[in-house]
């Protein structure tokens, strides 16, 4: 059994990203995998500051709810980060967050797999491309973890939407029993 974080980070009602996310849950739980789900909405995550004190401290001196997020990134096995496509980037709040998980570069992190859902209302692999080359660069730092895959959902732009397409909510499903 595994510790499998899922971490949705729209701000949207009725999300796309988020339903999808729910999806890859359900698969994870009747996988036998031990699951949290953590959405960023009503979260305050403030921007990082850059002063680098948690290199030697491996804590952060904002003290918000990232905190909490970054400590329940570093105690996950698999991480899996739900993000809207956003001018053919991860959202705002999903950079933000992973900017403020720079703590756990020095940590002894048990997490190991990385995956990305993500849904955009342009249709293509190309649309994304930049979110995830973002993604493996912070993965990248991280030289005990591997970003092992993405799912995709183009072509979904109204709020609901994507629980309407089939495949890709079968794809979400299917992530999260092969976790």
């Known amino acids: ?54 290199q030697k401290t491996q804590e952060c001196v904002i003290k918000d709810d990232a905190v909490a997020l970054a400590d329940k990134v570093k105690n996950a096995d698999t991480v899996v980060f739900a993000t809207p496509i956003y001018y053919y980037e991860m ?3 999903m950079k933000t967050l992973l900017d403020r998980c720079n703590p756990l570069y020095t940590t ?30 912070w993965v ?13 959902g183009g072509g979904i732009s109204e709020p609901n939407e994507a629980a309407n397409h089939s495949e890709v909510m079968q794809k979400s499903y299917e992530l999260g029993r092969s976790l």
């Open 1 to 54: 059994m595994k510790k499998v974080l899922i971490i949705s980070t729209s701000l949207r009602g009725c999300s796309n990203s988020d339903i999808l996310a729910k999806e890859c849950e359900r698969g994870a739980r009747e996988a036998g995998n031990e699951v949290e789900y953590i959405t960023l909405k009503g979260k305050q995550i403030a921007f990082c500051m850059g002063c680098l004190a948690c």
């Open 108 to 137: 002894d992190y048990k997490f190991r797999n990385i995956y990305m859902i993500a849904t955009a209302a342009e249709d293509g692999e190309h649309v994304f491309e930049k979110a995830y080359n973002g993604l493996q660069g």
């Open 140 to 152: 990248d730092c991280f030289e005990k973890a591997e970003l092992r895959g993405l799912v995709t």
């Open 91 to 93: 959202c705002g709040q």
